[in-house]
Nanobody
Framework: EVQLVESGGGLVQAGGSLRLSCAAS????????IGWFRQAPGKEREGVSC????????YYSDSVKGRFTISRDNVKNTVYLQMNGLKPEDTAVYYC?????????????????WGQGTQVTVSS
């Protein structure tokens, strides 16, 4: 059974930084993609970034490009999301998820396993 555990959320002032972690276990596939999604109150969940464990392909949404960086540690089976230049509109619950389709994607329906989420709040 796939298990994903997020951590690193919190309260930060606008312009600040946070680093989210997604610790993964229980995979049966050697080729997978970890994605970060977020959901703000009253809004639909949106894809933020993803990374392929096999070739390191990375995608970012336009809203975070240039501010967020996704990285992976395959030894620790952990994916990180470094968030710099945070804005109040980045406030949301952030989820990591796994896709075993074998290609990088930010389409929510391509992901099967989800973490419980971690709250990120950016004050103005």
């Amino acid at each position: 059974e796939v298990q994903l555990v997020e951590s690193g959320g919190g309260l930060v002032q606008a312009g600040g930084s946070l680093r989210l972690s997604c610790a993964a276990s229980g995979f049966i596939s050697s080729h997978y993609v970890i994605g970060w999604f977020r959901q703000a109150p009253g809004k639909e969940r949106e894809g933020v970034s993803c990374i392929s464990n096999s070739d390191g392909t990375r995608y970012y949404s336009d809203s975070v490009k240039g501010r967020f960086t996704i990285s992976r540690d395959n030894v620790k089976n952990t994916v990180y999301l470094q968030m710099n230049g945070l804005k109040p509109e980045d406030t949301a619950v952030y989820y990591c998820a796994v896709s075993i389709l074998g290609f990088a994607t930010l389409i929510e329906e391509d992901f099967d396993g989800w973490g419980q989420g971690t709250q990120v709040t950016v004050s103005s």
